[in-house]
């Protein structure tokens, strides 16, 4: 099976397109149990040449996917654990692994960067109704929406301990 090489295609420079592409990184990755940076530096090259199974990207937004990598290398164990303390009554063996990696993808972008909410969960969403299953658009959304209510509540009593330690 050959794939399809378009050179007129104008790369996208969305932070929606970026995250869809760390998500197909994301979810080779784990399904071959390769390294993810091996997986990005394999997916970035095909897509140079124009492989159609990644979405060009502009600059920009190779950038914001090489950020997301990075970061979802270095905190997986953390993101994991958040996963797990979020969703109650699934283990990770009984999700779909489409979901577990959008999930992994939304919660670094939730904990780790100053991303407003609404725009990863949507994404998320988004791509959970593209790769995954009936009801896996409806399952991120409620699982990020838990997750970003409760990241809320603690930054708000952080900031009021700060807060309260400042006026002493």
Do not use: C
Request: aromatic share 8%.
């Amino acid at each position: 099976m050959t794939r399809r090489r378009e050179k007129a295609v104008q790369p996208v420079g969305t932070r929606r397109a970026a995250r869809e592409f760390v998500f197909r990184v994301l979810f080779e990755a784990d399904r071959g149990d390769l390294p993810l940076d091996t997986v990005f530096t394999r997916a970035e090259g095909a897509m140079r040449e124009g492989d159609d199974t990644f979405p060009q990207l502009s600059a920009d937004a190779l950038t914001f996917a090489n950020e997301l990598v990075r970061g979802l290398e270095k905190h997986r164990a953390d993101i994991d654990t958040t996963l797990r303390r979020t969703i109650r009554g699934w283990s990770f063996d009984q999700m779909a692994q489409t979901d577990l990696n959008v999930l992994r993808l939304a919660t670094f972008e939730l904990i780790y960067t100053a991303e407003p909410h609404p725009p990863v969960i949507e994404s998320a969403v988004r791509i959970a109704r593209k790769f995954g299953g009936d009801d896996s658009g409806r399952f991120v959304n409620g699982v990020l929406a838990g997750l970003s209510r409760s990241l809320q509540s603690a930054g708000v009593a952080k900031a009021d301990e700060q807060a309260d330690t400042a006026q002493d």
